[in-house]
């Protein structure tokens, strides 16, 4: 099925990977948003969970080995063309998750990614996130607090 002018929406999913540096970011390599800093992911394959498809695609476009630990919230990114055809429809699955125990957390670019790297929280701002990637991250990092607090 073609991501552009699809037939039905494409389940995605999204990886806010929470570490001492901050939050995991890739550089989107291919439309939509190419160019555009956003959170690992992609699109979910035939007979895979979600939570594999986040693994897998966090490890594709940064080279790290993720634990995911629980869903964030899922998202509808529809596009419309200026003759108001849908021309993306993705249904994005966003998943919380830290760098597996034991693993350098250097990221290397892959995939369909053209960079990755970590980012501060207050380096965000400026990276003209789109403002559904933004809200992920902050209840990913609510998330992330409570599940911490649980803990002790």
């Keep these: 099925m073609?991501?552009?002018?699809?037939?039905?929406?494409?389940?995605?999913?999204?990886?806010?990977?929470?570490?001492?540096?901050?939050?995991?970011?890739?550089?989107?390599?291919?439309?939509?948003?190419?160019?555009?800093?956003?959170?690992?992911?992609?699109?979910?394959k035939l007979g895979e969970t979600a939570f594999e498809a986040a693994?897998?695609?966090?490890?594709?476009?940064?080279?790290?080995?993720?634990?995911?630990?629980?869903?964030?919230d899922v998202v509808d990114s529809i596009r419309h063309d200026d003759d108001g055809r849908v021309q993306y429809h993705f249904t994005l699955v966003d998943v919380l998750a830290v760098v597996a125990n034991g693993q350098p957390a250097r990221p290397t670019a892959g995939g369909d990614a053209a960079d990755a790297a970590w980012f501060g929280f207050d380096d965000l701002p400026g990276l003209g996130l789109w403002s559904e990637?933004?809200?992920?991250?902050?209840l990913g990092c609510e998330m992330h607090q409570a599940l911490d607090a649980a803990r002790d």
């Design 2 to 44: 073609s991501r552009k002018y699809p037939e039905r929406p494409v389940v995605g999913v999204g990886v806010v990977v929470l570490g001492a540096a901050g939050v995991l970011m890739i550089r989107r390599g291919k439309p939509p948003r190419e160019g555009q800093w956003s959170l690992p992911g992609g699109a979910q």
């Design 55 to 72: 693994k897998r695609e966090a490890r594709e476009e940064t080279g790290l080995d993720v634990e995911v630990l629980g869903l964030i």
């Design 133 to 138: 990637t933004d809200r992920i991250i902050k």
